[in-house]
């Protein structure tokens, strides 16, 4: 089974709207941590939003947000006043205690092409 | 700081061939990782070693080899090229000390292309 799903291969959106990007994991270790990264057509990794399982309150970072729902295993990476400068490959990722080296779990990712 | 660098950005080899991925971080991580990108799809993670002297397989490690000689430098060999070895390959780096792990930081990677 996939640790890390990301259903939405694609995603379309104007600027200034709104948009909610889906993950959904699966894990049996209560301690995990949920990251979301950003990869633009140049190709790096963007480090954006981080959120820990034990975590009270829901992540946030200037416009982006993490939707985290503990008992359905989700954690959705929400956009506010999307810009065209969103416009990449979005990555979710879990990072569990059992995993070798604490190293990261991928999903597939989602591609946001905002237009004007 | 200049983060984590990844040489060479772009590589084309033969099959058989022979080549060796530099990474570097100045951030005095303890932990580095070695990942693939292969087209359309995630990360997965090839080697990964949490200090010097110290590395373990990941999820593909069949292929290449690496080494931690210091704690700046974890070099990704490949021994003999193969078409299935064509990717993007990311150096990443972090710092976890006791149950405490922080982000993982990336390279630029390195496109890889063996015909």
């Known amino acids: 089974a996939q640790k890390i799903t990301q259903t939405q291969p694609g995603m379309f959106v104007q600027e200034k709207e709104a948009v909610t990007l889906d993950c959904t994991y699966d894990t049996s270790d209560p301690s995990y941590g949920l990251f979301w990264y950003k990869q633009p057509s140049s190709g790096e990794m963007i480090f954006l939003i981080y959120?820990?399982?034990?975590?009270?309150q829901n992540a946030t970072e200037g416009r982006y947000s993490l939707n985290f729902q503990k008992a359905r295993k989700s954690a959705n990476l929400v956009i506010s006043a999307s810009q065209l400068g969103d416009s990449a490959m979005y990555f979710c990722a879990m990072r569990e205690p059992s995993q070798a080296g604490t190293a990261l779990i991928f999903g597939k990712g989602t591609t946001l092409s905002v237009s004007s | 700081n200049a983060g984590v660098t990844q040489t060479p950005k772009f590589r084309i080899l033969k099959i058989g061939q022979s080549m060796t991925l530099q990474c570097t971080q100045d951030?005095?991580?303890?932990?580095m990782y070695w990942y693939r990108q292969d087209p359309g799809m995630g990360l997965k993670l090839i080697y990964y070693s949490v200090g010097a002297g110290i590395t373990d397989k990941g999820e593909v490690p069949n292929g290449y080899n690496v080494s931690r000689s210091t704690t700046e430098d974890f070099p990704l060999r490949l021994e003999l090229a193969a078409p299935s070895q064509t990717s993007v390959y990311f150096c990443?780096?972090?710092?976890?000390?006791?149950?405490?792990?922080?982000?993982?930081?990336f390279g630029p990677g390195t496109r890889l292309l063996v015909l």
């Open positions: 959120q820990g399982s034990y975590d009270q």
């Open positions: 990443a780096s972090t710092h976890s000390v006791g149950k405490v792990v922080e982000t993982q930081y």
């Open positions: 951030m005095n991580h303890n932990y």
